[in-house]
């Protein structure tokens, strides 16, 4: 698999997350020096999921980031472009309705889900406006979306050495732990290009979303976005 560029075309990071799908939550714990648990307890608190919601998790890679929502006892609908992440998937979590989708044309009616949530994906979708207008249109009216996207840390010494980090350190653990470490040499460099935070809360405002807002964790190297579709 010859490593995705940021143009971000739809079936080379398709491909690169087939080939990382086994060990992909163990990688990111790894990476993260096991903030990513943290990071799925903060974001399940955000969207709030009540018994006999509709909640849409996209790019849920195997669903792990799901369970929290059916676990509140929400109608969870995992949905991820990577058919080797969602047959990963479906084998740990066979009680699931993991459904494939591009975010950009999503396989949904209109306003149909109560939450949309969307960890550590919007990053590598290729239109990010077009699918953030996509999440809209099947959200309900009085809906609401939350985003967990890596960030930009607010403080400059944090910033440096995260930024050291993803330069020099990311890639030798990656070929330690991971299957397929020029994926994450992509992902770095994918992080290092995104939006900072008020960047894409004006991006959820301009498709369509109200009352944006975003709370940071681990001081900004993960940012929460939140808004509500009127």
Known sequence: MTRASLDKQ???????FDDVAAKYDLTNDVLSLGQTRLWRKAVARAVDAGPGE?????????????????EAGAV???????????????????ELPLTAGDATRLPFADAVFDAVTISFGLRNVHDTDAALRELLRVTKP?????????SHPVWAPLRTLYTEYLMRALPPV??????????YVYLADSIRAWPDQ???????????????????????????????RK
């Not at 739809?10 to 690169?16: F, G, I, L, N, Y």
Request: net charge positive; glycine share 10%; hydrophobic share 45%.
């Open 10 to 16: 739809p079936h080379e990071v398709a491909s690169m």
């Open 142 to 150: 009085g809906g609401r979306v939350v985003i967990c996207e890596f």
């Open 76 to 94: 969870v609908v995992p949905c991820d472009f990577s058919l080797g992440m969602l047959r990963e998937g479906k084998r740990r979590h066979p």
């Open 198 to 228: 008020p960047a894409l809360a004006a991006r959820l405002q301009s498709a369509g979303w109200s009352s944006v807002a975003w709370r940071n964790l681990t001081g900004g190297i993960v940012a929460l976005h939140r808004g509500v």
């Open 174 to 183: 990656a070929t330690a732990v991971s299957s397929n470490p020029d994926a």
């Open 54 to 70: 509709y909640v849409l998790d996209l790019a849920a890679g195997t669903a792990t980031s799901s369970l929290p929502f059916a």
